[in-house]
C-alpha cells in the first residue's frame, strides 16, 4: 500500500482548517446539517483538497468506511486519501485516467456512519441528501455509480426527481476487494474490466463537456499553505558539512563531500550570502503546485514547506529546488509514490 496523504498530521489539520474554504463551504455546511440530525450518526466531511462546488464529477460509494471517522484514529473526511485499501483503489483508478481531484466531489449513498450495507429504508433517506449534493454542483457532468446500494440510490432518485436524469449516470462496480470475489476467474476479469472502462468513460465525458471558462483547479485560497515563515527553512550551510552528501532530484545519493573540502565550500556560500544580489535571489521563494500519482494536493508557498507537509525527506529538498527552479516541473520520486512539482510565480 502506497503511503495515504491522510496519515501524515500535517496534511490532515491543513485539511480540517480549510474545510469551510469558500470552494467546499457549501458542502460542508450541508454537512454540517446532516450532522444535526444525531440519531442517524456522524457523517464525515469532504476535503478540500476536492473541487467542491467546481467539481463536475460525483463519485457516489455504498456508506462511509472507519477510516473517515476521527473518533476512531480515521481522518474525519471522506477522501481517497485515508489510509484504507479501497480508497487507496480508487485514488489509483482516477489517478489512472487523468481525473484531479479537483474534478472531483466524493459522497456516499447513506452518508451517516454505519459500516455496514444499508437497509431498504435508509437507502431512501439517502434520496434527499444525494439532490442536496447534486444541487450544490453547477458544473456536474457525469455520476460514477460504484456498487448495487449506489445504483439503487440514483433509481429512488430519478423516481423522486425525473429531471435528475439530465445527469450522465455510469453504473459500476466498488473499489473494495469484495466486489470482485467470485470463484470464477473469467467473471472477476470481466467485473475489473467493466470498472476501468468505467474510469475510462467518465475521463472521456469530463474531456468531451468541459464547460466554457471552467477551470480544472478550483479558484480557492484552500490549498494555498501558508502560515510558516518561509524564511527560516534551512539552507545549504545550514547543513553540517561532514554530513553533506550530493543527491539528485530522485534522492539517490551520487557523492560524498566531507571533511575539510565541505567546510571550504561552507564557508564559500556563507560569504557569498554577503553579497546583496545573491542574497535577494535566494530570498526570493516560489510557491509549488503538487500532484500526487496525478492527482491534485495543493499549492504551498515554498519547496521547503511542501516537503515537510507531504512527509518527504526535507533534507533531499535543496538539491531538488535547484534543479526544479532550472526546469520549471520536475518529478520527485518517494518509494512507488511520485510527486510532480510545478514551480509557481515567487511570493
Known amino acids: 500500500m502506497m503511503a495515504r496523504l491522510m496519515k501524515n498530521p500535517e496534511f490532515r489539520q491543513r485539511q480540517w482548517d480549510h474545510r469551510y474554504d469558500h470552494h467546499i463551504a457549501p458542502i460542508n455546511q450541508y454537512v454540517d446539517t446532516l450532522r444535526k440530525q444525531a440519531e442517524k450518526g456522524s457523517?464525515?466531511?469532504v476535503p478540500p483538497m476536492y473541487g467542491g462546488i467546481n467539481a463536475r464529477l460525483l463519485s457516489l460509494m455504498r456508506d462511509p468506511g472507519p477510516m473517515t471517522q476521527d473518533a476512531a484514529g480515521g481522518s474525519g473526511f471522506i477522501c481517497m486519501e485515508n489510509d484504507d485499501p479501497t480508497a487507496e483503489r480508487i485514488s489509483n483508478y482516477f489517478a489512472g485516467v487523468h481525473i484531479p481531484a479537483g474534478d472531483i466531489v466524493p459522497w456516499n449513498a447513506y452518508p451517516w456512519y454505519i459500516n455496514r450495507k444499508p437497509r431498504v429504508a435508509e437507502?431512501?433517506?439517502?434520496?434527499?441528501?444525494l439532490k442536496g449534493i447534486i444541487d450544490l454542483l453547477p458544473n456536474l457532468c457525469v455520476v460514477m455509480?460504484?456498487?448495487g446500494e449506489a445504483k439503487d440510490l440514483w433509481k429512488r432518485l430519478l423516481k423522486r426527481f425525473p429531471e435528475m436524469a439530465r445527469v450522465r449516470?455510469?453504473?459500476t462496480y466498488h473499489?473494495?476487494?469484495q466486489a470482485f470475489w467470485t470463484p470464477d476467474p473469467t467473471e472477476k476479469a470481466r467485473r475489473k474490466k467493466h470498472l476501468v472502462d468505467s474510469f475510462i468513460q467518465a475521463a472521456e465525458i469530463l474531456q468531451r463537456?468541459?464547460?466554457s471558462g471552467f477551470s480544472m483547479w478550483p479558484d480557492v485560497p484552500t490549498m494555498q499553505f501558508t502560515g510558516e515563515d518561509v524564511r527560516t527553512e534551512p539552507r545549504v550551510f545550514d547543513i553540517p558539512a561532514d554530513t553533506r552528501r550530493n543527491v539528485d532530484h530522485t534522492g539517490r545519493v551520487t557523492a560524498h563531500n566531507e571533511g575539510q573540502k565541505s567546510r571550504n565550500i561552507s564557508e564559500g556560500v556563507k560569504r557569498s550570502w554577503e553579497n546583496q544580489d545573491v542574497r535577494e535571489k535566494r530570498l526570493q521563494h516560489h510557491a509549488v503546485k503538487v500532484h500526487r500519482n496525478g492527482t491534485f494536493v495543493g499549492d504551498f508557498s515554498s519547496l521547503y514547506q511542501a516537503f515537510k507537509i507531504l512527509g518527504l525527506p526535507v533534507s533531499k529538498h535543496i538539491p531538488f529546488r535547484k534543479k526544479l527552479k532550472q526546469d520549471g516541473?520536475?518529478?520527485?520520486?518517494d518509494g512507488s509514490d511520485i510527486y510532480d512539482f510545478e514551480i509557481l510565480p515567487p511570493i
Open 123 to 129: 437507502l431512501e433517506a439517502g434520496v434527499l441528501p
Open 329 to 333: 516541473r520536475l518529478p520527485f520520486n
Open 145 to 147: 455509480l460504484h456498487g
Open 169 to 171: 449516470a455510469l453504473g
Open 209 to 211: 463537456e468541459t464547460p
Open 43 to 45: 457523517v464525515p466531511y
Open 175 to 177: 473499489t473494495s476487494a
